[in-house]
């Protein structure tokens, strides 16, 4: 554990917090004060303003740290377990469990939405692996990823799926070679490489656009005006179900989504379409989510609606579609009619450039976008296919010109 140099310690119940001029708080949602450099102290120092409730009882510690940013992170858990009467999180860990939950303190205990799972499966799949014998153990475990089906679904992990526990895997040794437990990762990418990630590429034309909207509407009512926001609108379908009244500003035709509530854990606004705007007024009175389901005279929120898409992707007779992809579909047809990425981005709520990979490369709008820089007047443009007898009448054309 990284000792403080010029350490100047408080331990007394908890007050307001004193304002400071010199740094900013709350480094990483953590109690950290950055501090600026002085004449006295030109070196890069943080204030730790460690708090804990012992018994009904608040503490609070106060220490001046000089050292690293990551070091100043060890230093405030090892005060905050002091607090609580523990010992400190040790420097040797054992088995890769113990790195994780060392990645976990690090991160302030909390592990983001989007890598839960993923979290929750290397926990359980090789928390209790010593750490000499985990080059081997990676070497099988990323040949067991491969080929055994998942236990849930039956069927083969992706290779996305593969690829998000190798990112984390790596990330985990990587911080434990920065701390000074491990030497050198034992990850290599000769056994454990980074797979290709093919993006799906699942586009519904007019007609079966039309065919889901009609079996919803007579199979799953409840699911109907949703889906017409999705395919409109790039939405998750946790932020579809979890959406209320008191977040809907009709003013401004625009849906509220709060910060926690996103898979990256941060908020956006959904617009409303044109054609919603009638949906949205005639919600009933007492209902308090925007899509809903009547139950026994309640209003009541979504959930978990697989069986009822399943039932109607069955009778609208469409294969291999995903809710999901109704967020590739809106933002495809956003970027087709001219949004920026970048607000295309926004609504999404993408922190990343994830058009590359959401966006259809077959799209039809896309083809008549195309100009051509002829230059010429008696220049032919055909669309991307071409019958016999328009195969025949540009040949013919050809024929004209070359003897004129």
């Not at 943080?46 to 804990?52: C, E, H, I, Q």
């Not at 000499?132 to 083969?156: F, H, I, Q």
């Not at 209003?299 to 999901?324: N, Q, T």
Request: with cysteine; net charge positive; charged share 30%.
């Amino acid at each position: 554990m990284a000792a403080a140099n010029g350490a100047q310690k408080y331990l007394y119940p908890a007050c307001p917090s004193r304002p400071t001029k010199e740094g900013i708080p709350m480094l990483d949602g953590l109690n950290i004060t950055l501090l600026k450099p002085n004449k006295r102290f030109p070196y890069t120092r943080y204030r730790l303003d460690v708090r804990a409730r012992v018994g009904g009882t608040p503490r609070r510690r106060f220490e001046t740290f000089s050292g690293t940013k990551l070091e100043a992170k060890e230093r405030y858990f090892a005060l905050l377990a002091e607090l609580k009467g523990q010992e400190g999180l040790p420097i040797q860990a054992k088995t890769f469990g113990d790195l994780l939950e060392r990645y976990r303190a690090i991160r302030g205990g909390l592990i983001p939405r989007s890598q839960r799972s993923v979290f929750d499966y290397l926990v359980r799949d090789l928390g209790s692996v010593e750490l000499r014998a985990l080059p081997d153990v990676l070497e099988r475990y990323a040949g067991v990823l491969r080929a055994v089906p998942s236990a849930r679904t039956g069927k083969r992990l992706s290779n996305g799926s593969v690829n998000r526990r190798r990112a984390m895997i790596a990330v985990v040794l990587n911080l434990s070679v920065e701390l000074g437990i491990m030497e050198k990762s034992p990850l290599k990418k000769a056994f454990f490489p980074k797979l290709k990630e093919v993006p799906r590429d699942r586009y519904l034309s007019d007609i079966e656009r039309q065919r889901l909207l009609n079996a919803l509407e007579r199979e799953a009512w409840h699911l109907l005006h949703m889906t017409r926001f999705a395919l409109l609108v790039p939405c998750r379908k946790g932020e579809l179900v979890k959406m209320r009244r008191e977040d809907l500003d009709m003013m401004n035709s625009r849906i509220r989504v709060h910060n926690g509530t996103t898979k990256n854990d941060r908020g956006c606004w959904k617009p409303i379409p044109e054609e919603m705007r009638g949906y949205f007024r005639s919600l009933p009175p007492g209902c308090p989510w925007l899509f809903y389901r009547r139950e026994k005279g309640e209003y009541r929120p979504l959930g978990d609606f697989k069986k009822a898409w399943r039932c109607a992707l069955k009778h609208a007779g469409i294969e291999d579609f995903r809710f999901h992809d109704t967020r590739h579909i809106a933002m495809t047809g956003l970027v087709d009619a001219g949004t920026p990425e970048r607000a295309v981005m926004n609504v999404a709520g993408c922190v990343t450039n994830m058009l590359s990979t959401y966006y259809h490369h077959g799209s039809e709008k896309a083809l008549t976008l195309v100009k051509f820089p002829s230059g010429k007047s008696d220049s032919w443009v055909y669309p991307g296919y071409t019958s016999s007898e328009e195969t025949e009448k540009s040949g013919h054309l050809e024929t004209k010109k070359a003897v004129s």
